[in-house]
């Protein structure tokens, strides 16, 4: 049984940082890219960023780019998002997602197999 699992999120201050954590079982983790998405309140989930089954290969939202860093431990079948200078529109669930797909990191959410119950991120002004 496949299982991805966040933590790290919080409430937080403007400014501020955090890191989340999306921890995977079940599954050969190093053939998978993994995307984190959010979803804010009365919104549609959205891309947030991605990195590849290539470490190095990684994809930002125009949002976050900059701000916002994936990476990924494979030996731990584990990926972060370390979430820094952080604003109030940042607030929202955040949800890791897990892909088979080789090539360009998917941004939309049909792409991705399996999905986390989600991590809630709020940043207060």
């Known amino acids: 049984q496949v299982q991805l699992v966040e933590s790290g999120g919080g409430l937080v201050q403007a400014g501020d940082s955090l890191r989340l954590s999306c921890a995977a079982s079940?599954?050969?983790?190093?053939?998978?890219?993994i995307a984190w998405f959010r979803q804010a309140p009365g919104k549609e989930r959205d891309f947030v960023g991605g990195i590849s089954q290539n470490p190095s290969i990684s994809r930002y939202a125009d949002s976050v780019s900059g701000r916002f860093f994936i990476s990924r431990d494979d030996a731990k079948n584990t990926v972060y998002l370390q979430m820094n200078s952080l604003k109030p529109e940042d607030t929202g669930v955040y949800y890791c997602?897990?892909?088979?797909?080789?090539?360009?990191?998917?941004?939309?959410?049909?792409?991705?197999?399996?999905w986390g119950q989600g991590t809630q991120a709020t940043v207060s002004s």
């Open positions: 997602a897990a892909s088979r797909a080789w090539g360009a990191i998917r941004s939309e959410g049909p792409w991705y197999d399996y």
């Open positions: 079940g599954l050969t983790f190093s053939n998978y890219h």
